[in-house]
């Protein structure tokens, strides 16, 4: 073979193998632009539905202004293995802002952000002048995976965003990005408007009320109780408290999304002389603050006393000195209260001893403080946005009260404070209650409305027993704001 055609075969053969080489390359590319495309659809696709399930969630706070991959690994909704960056190089971001038609709930735009790795790109085989057809062809997988449908938002859409506008994959609209939010090139997003954040805010309200709380009864139902502390009714009795948000309201709960505006709801509740209740208002996830509002109490007679005896095997003896709450309420005035007693006392024999163990009050043994007349009450005022960004007011108030009405018996008892008999003025023996025309006039009662004409209180009426008449008692129950 001549020598030329030696030469141009061996060239030919050269070209030939470059050609082959630059064709596997291509091909690893390809395959690698595909695989990191798919990639990048995947994580995207998780970490949004990662997101939505966090502002859905109740109890999770809000960090900052933007949720991360390292908040939803935090709170287990994104494996430990999840990667910080996407195949590309970028960040995953979903950064939540004020809905522009309704600024109490929020929006949230997820999308990648930062510049893509140049060796990334150059194992991809991408151009600088390509990354804009990297975020399309991205998105392009996306969309069959990312959430389409999320409880409680009022749209999503999905596309490519750039600057402030967000280009939805699919179609030729597009759509302006809530202000704050601002894509520095083009990148995948989705916009989900106020995602399962419209639900309810849950109320919780406790009252007791008691002629004397018992530590450690033994059997509470058949009134025979073991332990010799006593600590008369006194103060902090009723509570209402926030207990969070929940997007349903649950059975056992009242709807006062229901509540006709300006009626009032409410009822007595008497049940072992305490009183637990649920309250559901309708509000925006972002509205929901903590809080827990105390009452105010009014003590018909000078102030409240618990006293601490302890048997010493011959007499009962102080085992802590007395303490005195006043009032910081003043619902009603105690001269208007028929038969009004504040000296009706139980003596020792009232309470007998169920275990065996522990000597019961001598039948002849007076306590050393007389039961306490009391009314205590609890309010809130609650003021939420609505949906049509209207302002509707809901207030809640909880109040329990004693009073003891009429002279009596009179007994000669033994005091163990003086160690003197005296003659007193007694509700309660072993003999029974309410003797000799006393009465024990005991309630626990919740009142609730929705845009009342009066947000600083509501009206509260009761009855009471007096000398075999019924008579009634009106107060109001302040509902000062907490939100």
């Known amino acids: 073979m001549p020598l030329i055609s030696v030469i141009l075969f061996a060239f030919a053969v050269l070209i030939m193998g470059v050609r082959q080489e630059q064709l596997e390359v291509t091909q690893a590319q390809g395959t690698a632009l595909q695989q990191m495309t798919a990639q990048s659809a995947k994580e995207f696709s998780e970490f949004t539905k990662a997101a939505a399930a966090y502002i859905q969630s109740v109890g999770l706070p809000l960090p900052g202004t933007a949720l991360t991959v390292g908040n939803l690994q935090g709170v287990n909704l994104l494996p430990s293995s999840f990667p910080t960056q996407t195949p590309f190089g970028q960040t995953l971001v979903a950064d939540y802002v004020s809905d522009p038609n309704n600024p109490v709930a929020l929006d949230v735009v997820v999308h990648t952000t930062g510049s893509m790795n140049a060796a990334l790109l150059q194992k991809a085989g991408v151009s600088s002048g390509s990354l804009a057809t990297v975020q399309y062809d991205t998105a392009v997988v996306a969309q069959n995976q990312v959430p389409s449908s999320i409880s409680g938002s009022t749209g999503q859409f999905f596309g490519v965003a750039n600057g402030a506008v967000l280009d939805n994959l699919g179609s030729s609209s597009s759509m302006t990005l809530p202000g704050g939010i601002s894509t520095q090139q083009q990148e995948v997003a989705e916009y989900i408007l106020s995602p399962g954040q419209y639900g309810y805010w849950l109320i919780s309200a406790n009252a007791f009320s008691s002629p004397f709380q018992v530590e450690n009864p033994v059997n509470a139902t058949s009134g025979i109780f073991s332990l010799r502390d006593f600590i008369l009714f006194g103060n902090n009795t009723q509570t209402i408290q926030s207990q969070g948000f929940s997007l349903t309201c ?181 003999s029974g209650t309410n003797l000799c025309g006393s009465q024990v006039n005991q309630w626990q009662h919740w009142s609730a409305v929705k845009d009342s004409s009066n947000t600083s209180s509501i009206p509260v009426s009761q009855t009471y027993e007096y000398g075999g008449n019924s008579y009634p008692l009106g107060f109001s129950v302040a509902t000062p704001m907490v939100n």
């Open 250 to 430: 649950p059975s056992i709960a009242q709807n006062m999304t229901n509540y006709t505006p300006g009626g009032i709801n409410g009822a007595d509740v008497n049940v072992s002389n305490s009183m637990s209740l649920f309250f559901c208002i309708p509000a925006y996830k972002g509205q929901v603050v903590p809080f827990t509002e105390t009452p105010a109490t009014q003590f018909l007679g000078s102030t409240s006393i618990s006293q601490n005896l302890s048997w010493n095997g011959q007499y009962y003896v102080y085992a802590s000195p007395g303490y005195s709450e006043t009032s910081n309420a003043s619902y009603v005035n105690t001269g208007s209260i028929a038969g009004l007693n504040n000296n009706l006392y139980v003596t020792g024999g009232f309470v007998s001893n169920a275990g065996g163990t522990i000597p019961q009050y001598p039948n002849n043994e007076a306590f050393p403080v007389p039961n306490t007349n009391a009314i205590g009450g609890d309010g809130v005022l609650i003021s939420v946005k609505t949906p049509q960004n209207t302002t509707d007011n809901y207030q809640i108030e909880i109040d329990a009260g004693i009073l003891f009405t009429g002279p009596g018996c009179s007994e000669v008892l033994f005091n163990p404070d003086s160690g003197q008999s005296q003659l007193y003025q007694v509700w309660a023996n072993s």
